[in-house]
């Protein structure tokens, strides 16, 4: 022996811990309580929505829930917490944006570490579902089955295209909460009453989309709310919860929108692509309730596991997002390379309610290999040294943040997959977000002085 004392092995859940406990007091534990909870509900709602099977004629159908088992509608009201994603984000964005001005600091180096967070977690997603995509071609995979499991598992982009806009746009939105408050949250809600009567009355064509901006903003603000003390009393964010449930039950019962929260096969609206008055009153709702709960939820955190457990998740809660669909897939492509095992269960049965536990965890032994794999990309994008020596140009960020979002949003519209070509691949799409990455990252007025001297 050498008299050395050899140190402990630090695991994922003492490393959490230490972090934890490095938490400074003012931290508002909710805020992050809340970021895990509603990215964990996402999850599950995939795993029980998606349900393809095999039918009697061998052949792959890809099943929707909410369309088998009509009721099922009702739980995207629990489910569909996006709004609660927005609401947290505006808390979030307010106290850094804030932070961000008070130490003299550029909007683009605020904003380009930021969209360096949301973006690199993407990129190895996009890489190995692009290698997916060719091998599964070039296999003679049938095409149409590739292009499901490549749109299916690349489902959750088309979130982060949104979230990055809405982030780039924070000076723009802050300084309205700061000069109107609950105005602005007013205001925006008018317009996207305005955009949804345009749309669904006068049949105006395309500016429902519009709406994308309109009420991700307006949860948006009211994170800003929240940030600043408006919500510290329950009554009042219990009162906002009663709005909002209210003129969800007025809209779906007698309004033209739909029980379900996200879209449904074989229905005219779908609340959520583009996000319609009734996805907004839903998300109010939803704000309400957890903003009354917030006292309770904070004396709760106080407990040093529950608050590591919090800790260890968000620590890689983007990578769960992004990968948990792509455990769902390959899970179901092992069963259909067994002869379809598991897979000749209508969804609906009681069988298929039975053999969700089974599912379930099989979708979590896989989703953590691989969370634990690309979780150091997430890691990398939120470390100060992935920027460069000086800030980006705005030109630059602007044709990145550009880039990165249309290649996110082609891919939710069109996948990557493609019917045509050797390769199946629409690489047009899968380049856009690592060329946007790239200018962000390398496109610095150091690099560019560096380079010209």
């Avoid at 909002?244 to 309004?255: C, D, K, P, Q, T």
């Avoid at 879209?263 to 939803?286: C, D, E, F, K």
Wanted: one cysteine or more; hydrophobic letters at 55%.
């Amino acid at each position: 022996m050498n008299g050395k004392t050899a140190r402990p092995r630090k695991t994922v859940w003492s490393r959490a811990r230490a972090m934890a406990e490095m938490a400074p007091p003012e931290r508002n534990r909710y805020v992050d309580f809340l970021r895990g909870l509603s990215i964990l509900a996402v999850v599950v709602g995939h795993w029980l929505v998606a349900a393809p099977y095999v039918d009697g004629a061998g052949d792959v159908v890809g099943g929707n829930l909410l369309g088998i088992i009509p009721w099922t509608q009702w739980l995207t009201w629990v489910f569909q917490v996006m709004p609660l994603f927005f609401l947290v984000g505006g808390f979030s964005n307010g106290v850094s944006w804030s932070s961000n001005r008070r130490e003299g600091q550029t909007y683009s180096h605020w904003f380009s570490s930021r969209f360096r967070r949301l973006i690199y977690p993407v990129l190895p997603l996009f890489a190995i579902w692009t290698a997916i995509a060719m091998f599964g071609t070039l296999a003679g995979i049938e095409r149409g089955i590739v292009a499901m499991a490549a749109q299916l598992a690349l489902i959750p982009v088309w979130f982060l295209s949104v979230y990055i806009m809405v982030t780039a746009v924070v000076p723009l939105s802050h300084a309205a909460w700061r000069r109107y408050g609950m105005g602005s949250v007013a205001a925006l809600i008018a317009c996207a009453v305005a955009v949804d009567a345009a749309t669904y009355l006068l049949d105006v064509p395309y500016i429902k989309y519009t709406n994308f901006a309109f009420i991700w903003v307006a949860i948006h603000q009211l994170g800003y709310a929240w940030g600043e003390g408006r919500f510290a009393n329950p009554a009042r964010a219990l009162a906002m919860a009663a709005a909002g449930l209210a003129a969800l039950l007025l809209l779906v019962f007698a309004g033209p929108y739909p029980v379900a929260m996200i879209g449904v096969p074989g229905n005219t609206i779908t609340n959520s692509m583009p996000p319609t008055i009734a996805l907004l009153a839903l998300g109010i709702a939803q704000a309400g309730i957890a903003l009354a709960l917030e006292p309770q939820a904070r004396r709760m955190l106080d407990n040093m596991r529950i608050w590591t457990g919090v800790v260890l998740i968000n620590g890689m809660i983007m990578s769960v997002y992004l990968w948990h669909l792509t455990a769902f897939v390959l899970v179901l492509v092992a069963a259909w390379l067994l002869g379809g095992v598991g897979l000749g269960v209508e969804p609906g049965g009681a069988a298929w309610w039975l053999t969700r536990p089974v599912w379930f965890a099989l979708y979590i032994a896989l989703t953590l290999p691989l969370v634990m794999l690309f979780a150091r990309y997430e890691q990398a994008g939120a470390n100060p040294k992935a920027a460069g020596k000086g800030d980006v140009p705005h030109w630059r960020l602007l044709l990145g943040l550009i880039l990165a979002c249309i290649g996110l949003g082609a891919t939710a519209v069109l996948s990557i997959a493609t019917p045509n070509g050797v390769l199946g691949v629409r690489f047009w799409i899968v380049i856009l977000p690592f060329i946007g990455g790239a200018l962000v990252r390398f496109g610095t007025l150091y690099d560019w002085t560096a380079k010209r001297t």
